[in-house]
């Protein structure tokens, strides 16, 4: 099935240093795949696997979910989530909705912090989309871009089965978004990609740098795919 829902009407920014579009983000070495570069793989949907959905509650459902090789992505807004471990950025004075919980736990049982841990909120299971039956659950990675840059996390925790776009206040944070949950987020322009399979999946969840180190060679795995 074909359709249009990642046209992308982004505005990418300067992907690298000094402007250059294959130069990698900030420090990353050489070869680590771009804000543009990811982009532009996801441009054309040719197999919708998801959808649609609202980004906020009763919004339109227009957002898609495509398939790609080893990978499905959807381009949405970016509701800030700060449930999970308490802490000052979340909390029930920060946030009127906070919930003490998390879909996911860390290694030693306990909710997962969003504001320390970049991760990423999936629509919960429905007929629309199935994460289970994609390859997706807790710990999978995750790339998501924003006007030129790119931040790896994984998914985290699971949220209403209508609507989609939302991450943490660390992975908000880390992209330049205002992290705060009762006024920030970004109304638009946020590509997701979530890698798919049990190879796509960190050992453990709170391990940042496992996710980025796994997130990079997927999404180059991603570029080299048909």
């Given at each position: 099935?074909?359709?249009?829902?990642?046209?992308?009407?982004?505005?990418?920014?300067?992907?690298?240093?000094?402007?250059?579009?294959?130069?990698?983000?900030?420090?990353?070495?050489?070869?680590?795949?771009?804000?543009?570069?990811?982009?532009?793989?996801?441009?054309?949907?040719?197999?919708?696997?998801?959808?649609?959905?609202?980004?906020?509650?009763?919004?339109?459902?227009?957002?898609?979910?495509?398939?790609?090789?080893?990978?499905?992505?959807?381009?949405?807004?970016?509701?800030?989530?700060?449930?999970g471990?308490?802490?000052?950025?979340?909390?029930?004075?920060?946030?009127p909705?906070?919930m003490?919980?998390?879909?996911?736990?860390?290694?030693?049982?306990?909710?997962?912090?969003?504001?320390?841990?970049?991760?990423?909120?999936?629509?919960?299971?429905?007929?629309?989309?199935?994460?289970?039956?994609?390859?997706?659950?807790m710990?999978?990675?995750?790339?998501?871009?924003?006007?030129g840059?790119?931040?790896?996390?994984?998914?985290?925790?699971v949220?209403?089965?209508?609507?989609?776009?939302?991450?943490?206040?660390?992975?908000?944070e880390?992209?330049?978004?205002?992290?705060?949950?009762?006024?920030?987020?970004?109304?638009?322009?946020?590509?997701?990609?979530?890698?798919?399979?049990?190879?796509?999946?960190?050992?453990?969840?709170?391990?940042?740098?496992?996710?980025?180190?796994?997130?990079i060679d997927?999404?180059?795995?991603?570029?080299?795919?048909?």
């Amino acid at each position: 099935m074909r359709a249009t829902a990642l046209v992308l009407l982004i505005a990418c920014g300067d992907a690298g240093a000094g402007g250059d579009p294959d130069a990698p983000p900030g420090d990353a070495p050489p070869g680590t795949p771009t804000a543009e570069q990811l982009l532009a793989r996801i441009a054309t949907c040719d197999l919708v696997v998801g959808g649609p959905f609202a980004r906020d509650a009763g919004g339109t459902a227009d957002v898609a979910i495509c398939g790609f090789p080893g990978a499905v992505a959807w381009i949405a807004d970016l509701d800030i989530d700060c449930d999970g471990k308490m802490s000052p950025q979340c909390n029930l004075m920060t946030d009127p909705a906070y919930m003490g919980q998390t879909a996911a736990t860390d290694s030693h049982g306990d909710p997962l912090d969003a504001a320390t841990l970049p991760f990423v909120v999936i629509p919960g299971r429905s007929a629309r989309f199935d994460y289970l039956a994609a390859g997706l659950g807790m710990r999978s990675v995750v790339a998501v871009v924003y006007q030129g840059q790119v931040e790896y996390g994984v998914l985290g925790d699971v949220g209403p089965a209508a609507i989609i776009g939302e991450a943490s206040y660390a992975m908000a944070e880390r992209l330049g978004i205002d992290p705060d949950p009762a006024t920030g987020g970004a109304d638009g322009g946020v590509a997701y990609i979530a890698f798919t399979g049990a190879e796509a999946k960190v050992a453990v969840i709170e391990d940042h740098g496992a996710a980025v180190a796994l997130g990079i060679d997927r999404a180059k795995q991603l570029l080299e795919a048909p």
